[in-house]
């Protein structure tokens, strides 16, 4: 009987992956992940969320400090999103390294920990696995589905004001780096959480903070920037990748002052061509001062979709509206429907998507 079980358990993990049947607007839709206000499951704004969400009009959500005011209500208004798409799941998101980059702290009764630095600085990368279980357990509990993590940043400029500010890279080797971006990935799977390398080409090295503005890497940047996605690309690990808004010259077309996350040089060329990325990448909050200052919500959409982005990350905090994944939607299909390219681009990207979503738990 057991044999005869197994047979069957086998036999069906050796079947392709079958995409769901999908209008593309329902393609499209799983594309956006917004930010919202509210912080209760009765709210109105989480309500509209749970609508969209079923109607696949949007693929997640993100959660930040102001959608947090006990850790009862994060998982009542985290189980109602579950329950407005079962199949697939949403991506339930959060920032939650440990330091200063927390969503979820002591203040609501959440067992915080160190940032990045410390932790590598006092644990190995054993122990630092540990201690990334216990988060990353208690973080699936209150039913998220991502933590986008680890960061892969090098810690190169010690004056850097976004990175070694805050303590948030391991290391500024990056061998390091990966064995400790490695044991942050190995913990938050067996929890069942899927994670986002970031921030894509590599903000370790950068002298500005593209939450602000503009940030030119070009001379700052280094390759060995690369190594930690090179090397866990290379072991299969790696769920999203998280593309920065970084402007480098030579990753650009002349005179465009392209950001990473814009860029088909960075995501198309170098993270899927020469670093053989095939999974799903996810832009950085799309609302940063890098990105909103220099770019329409239009350009900034389809640039990033024709660059090679799969999903599309708005904080929804510039200018809040609750119409906001509405806007991102209705972008999307009509450039769609003016381009049959960009709309094979929006079929890939959904095939990726839902076939990691397969993997939440």
Do not use: C
Not at 94 to 109: F, P, S
Not at 310 to 336: H, P
Request: glycine share 6%.
């Amino acid at each position: 009987m057991l044999l005869r079980r197994l047979a069957v358990v086998l036999a069906l993990f050796s079947l392709p992956i079958a995409t769901h049947a999908a209008t593309l607007e329902e393609m499209a839709g799983q594309m956006i992940v917004v930010g919202f206000q509210g912080d209760d499951a009765s709210d109105a704004a989480v309500k509209s969320l749970q609508e969209d969400l079923a109607a696949g009009r949007l693929g997640g959500v993100m959660l930040l400090k102001l959608n947090v005011k006990s850790l009862d209500a994060v998982a009542k208004m985290n189980a109602a999103f579950r329950a407005a798409s079962p199949d697939p799941l949403p991506f339930i998101t959060l920032d939650q390294e440990g330091g200063a980059v927390e969503r979820l702290t002591e203040a609501v009764g959440f067992k915080e920990i160190p940032n990045a630095a410390a932790i590598a600085a006092a644990n190995s990368p054993d122990e630092a696995e540990a201690i990334y279980a216990q988060m990353a357990a208690s973080i699936a509990e209150l039913g998220f589905t991502v933590n986008f993590g680890p960061v892969a940043d090098v810690n190169l400029n010690p004056d850097n004001q976004v990175i070694a500010k805050f303590g948030r890279a391991f290391s500024n080797d990056p061998a390091v780096v990966a064995e400790y971006d490695a044991a942050f990935i190995k913990a938050h799977h067996a929890a069942g959480l899927l994670t986002a390398l970031k921030h894509f080409p590599g903000h370790g090295s950068s002298t500005a903070d593209s939450h602000e503005g503009f940030v030119d890497i070009t001379q700052t940047w280094q390759p060995s920037e690369l190594d930690p996605y090179r090397a866990l690309i290379g072991e299969n690990m790696v769920d999203m990748v998280m593309v920065g808004h970084l402007y480098h010259a030579d990753y650009s077309d002349a005179g465009a002052q392209t950001p990473s996350s814009l860029s088909p040089q960075w995501i198309t060329g170098v993270l899927r061509d020469e670093l053989g990325y095939q999974g799903v990448v996810i832009s950085d909050d799309l609302e940063m001062g890098a990105i909103r200052d220099h770019f329409t919500l239009e350009e900034t959409v389809t640039q990033a979709v024709r660059a090679g982005t799969d999903v599309l990350l708005f904080s929804n905090t510039a200018k809040y509206r609750a119409s906001l994944g509405q806007e991102i939607l209705d972008i999307l299909l009509a450039e769609a429907a003016a381009d049959p390219a960009f709309a094979e681009r929006i079929e890939e990207s959904y095939e990726r998507i839902v076939e990691l979503k397969a993997r939440i738990r």
